[in-house]
C-alpha cells in the first residue's frame, strides 16, 4: 500500500504504537531529521522531511507540546554545522521554541543521550523495513510515526 500511495503521488503516514506507553501524555515530540554530513547547507529542498516537519508542528500545537529537534552525525566535525542547519530549519519552518539536539555517534548505541518523548517522528522510505519500523519503536520506548512526502508539500513555504 505504502509504494502504492508512493507511485500515485500520496504522502503516507505510518503509525506505529508501543504497547505500553501509547502516546503517553502528549506533552513531548521527538522528530529525528537525517545526518546530511558533510553537506548541512540550508537549501528549500529538504529532501523527504517536509511531511514530517508539517505534522511535528501541527501535533505540537494542538497538544500544546515541546518539540525538539534531533540529529545524530558521525563525526565531532560536523556538531556545529548540524547545529546550525537545525536551528535555521525552525526558522525558515516558523517553528517557535524547538530545541535541538545534535548527537555524536548513531541511533543503534546513543538514543539514551536524547529526550524521552510522547512521538518520534520519522522520514519513511518509498519502501520501508516494517521489522526496522518495530525495533525504532522498541530503541525509543514510544509511539512513532512514519512520514513519507507525496512531493507537493513543503515546510519552507
Given at each position: ?17 508501543h504497547p505500553k506507553a501509547g ?12 545526518d546530511r554530513s558533510p553537506d ?118
Open positions: 500500500m505504502i509504494k502504492k500511495a508512493n507511485e500515485s503521488g500520496l504522502g503516507v503516514l505510518l503509525f506505529a504504537d502516546l503517553g501524555r502528549r506533552k513531548s515530540i521527538n522528530l529525528w531529521i537525517e548541512w547547507d540550508m537549501t528549500m529542498e529538504l529532501g523527504n522531511m517536509d511531511l514530517a516537519i508539517l505534522i511535528a508542528y501541527k501535533l505540537k500545537r494542538n497538544w500544546k507540546a515541546s518539540l525538539n529537534l534531533i540529529t545524530f552525525v558521525e563525526k565531532k566535525e560536523y556538531v556545529e554545522a548540524a547545529q546550525e542547519y537545525l536551528t535555521n530549519l525552525t526558522e525558515l519552518a516558523r517553528i517557535p521554541n524547538a530545541r535541538a539536539y545534535v548527537v555524536v555517534g548513531g541511533m543503534e548505541g546513543d538514543i539514551a543521550e536524547t529526550p524521552l518523548s510522547s512521538l518520534n517522528i520519522f522520514s519513511l522510505s518509498p519502501e520501508p523495513d516494517l521489522a526496522a519500523v518495530r525495533r525504532t519503536v522498541e530503541k525509543t520506548q514510544s509511539a512513532c510515526l512514519f512520514a513519507l512526502d507525496s512531493g507537493e508539500e513543503s515546510a519552507l513555504a
